[in-house]
């Protein structure tokens, strides 16, 4: 357990809970887990990170799958990281860092003669909790490892949906020929179905909702497009899930405001009297990742009722602002309990911390 909560942290909490823009309740005891909390799976590797964790519940528990990111210990004058290669294992690239054709000024990502690399290989690990504060590892529900060619650079940011007695996972698979969304199933979280990448690349960022909508399933995605158009949420249907079409993007980045750069979807929207709310992430132009929301309506998700103007949440607390990827809050898991929603959230693509919504208060705040 983290005990990294320091009298500046809770100082600079407390100033900020006085900012209306905010409504997030923090944990006291954030971050709940970091990289030190964990063991690597790789001989000689160190976790870096702790990212984004899929939330859910589960006999009698409550679960985090969370995306766990390792790399070799460095050495001076090379960055090493570790791939799947062709034969389904584990392989240590090395480059030197003063190579002409080096661009290592993202953390996250190694640009070497004319190739993206990423700097770490992300899994996925379960971990439990009775208290839903406290968090530990189980040995009896391993790791969720990458697989295949089109994961050669890991699996990350997994959202978890329970619906019709089965837990359906989307996650971002990544490889060199991209960034697409695979999907899986399991009911005991020992055993899981692969179903192959259901949106390909490049495509992100997507969510599941937990029941269907007239006879259709739907979910929301985020495709990029470099050059015409952006990094938007866009909504699919589906009538078995594993085939996805009649897309259609319903919310863009908005020129001058906290989300002008990049958007993306959380977990799955919840349902309520007034609509599916959805809990989203924005970007600026300086890479400074807040939370929104969007509430769309119940019997056409495609259609936008309504959207923060003022980020609901922001990355004020000091384990939000500096870190492997500072200023970030992210989230893609949590869970509802009447009013409450319990999100559970990265910060600085480091750490994972949790925090508590009024969920009548965010639908007040897009009324406003």
């Known amino acids: 357990m983290s005990n990294r909560l320091t009298a500046d942290i809770a100082e600079n909490f407390l100033r900020h809970k006085s900012n209306d823009m905010d409504i997030a309740k923090r944990e006291k005891q954030n971050p709940l887990l970091g990289p030190n909390d964990f063991t690597p799976l790789l001989e000689n590797s160190k976790i870096e990170c702790l990212l984004n964790p899929g939330v859910f519940e589960f006999d009698g528990k409550v679960g985090l799958l969370l995306r766990v990111a390792e790399r070799p210990q460095q050495r001076e004058g090379e ?7 062709e034969e389904n294992k584990i392989e240590i690239l090395t480059f030197p860092t003063d190579h002409p054709e080096i661009d290592l000024t993202d953390p996250r990502v190694i ?9 770490t290989l992300s899994y996925l690990l379960p971990v439990f909790s009775e208290d839903g504060i406290n968090f530990k590892a189980d ?10 060619a089109d994961e050669a650079f890991g699996i990350e940011d997994c959202r978890v949906c329970f619906m019709e007695g089965k837990y359906h996972l989307t996650f971002t698979k990544v490889s060199s020929t991209g960034v697409g969304v695979g999907y899986m199933t399991t009911s ?12 390909p690349a490049h495509n992100k960022d997507c969510a599941i909702f937990t029941e269907k909508v007239g006879e259709k399933y ?3 995605h985020r495709p990029s497009s470099p050059e015409i158009g952006g990094n938007y949420i866009w909504t699919a249907e589906s009538m078995d899930l594993l085939h996805w079409g009649n897309h259609k993007c319903i919310a863009q980045t908005r020129k001058g405001m906290w989300d002008e750069t990049r958007i993306g979807a959380g977990a799955a929207p919840i349902k309520t ?13 300086d890479h400074r990742y807040c939370l929104g929301a969007l509430l769309l309506d119940l019997n056409d998700p495609t259609k936008v009722l309504a959207r923060s103007t003022t980020p609901i949440m922001e990355p004020v607390a000091e384990y939000e602002c500096t870190g492997f990827f500072g200023n970030v809050v992210f989230t893609n898991g949590h869970l509802v309990e009447g009013d409450k929603l319990i999100m559970y959230y990265g910060a600085s693509d480091e750490v994972v911390c949790r925090a508590e919504f009024s969920i009548d208060q965010i639908l007040n705040s897009l009324k406003d």
Do not use: C
Not at 276 to 284: D, P, R, V
């Open 79 to 85: 960055i090493s990281f570790p791939v799947l290669n």
């Open 111 to 119: 640009l070497y003669q004319g190739k993206n690399y990423l700097t």
């Open 139 to 148: 040995p009896a529900f391993p790791a969720v490892l990458p697989s295949g």
């Open 188 to 199: 005991d979280w020992k055993n899981f179905d692969r179903h192959g990448m259901i949106l």
């Open 218 to 220: 739907y979910l929301l």
């Open 273 to 285: 009297a007034e609509g599916w709310l959805e809990i989203y992430h924005g970007a600026n132009a």
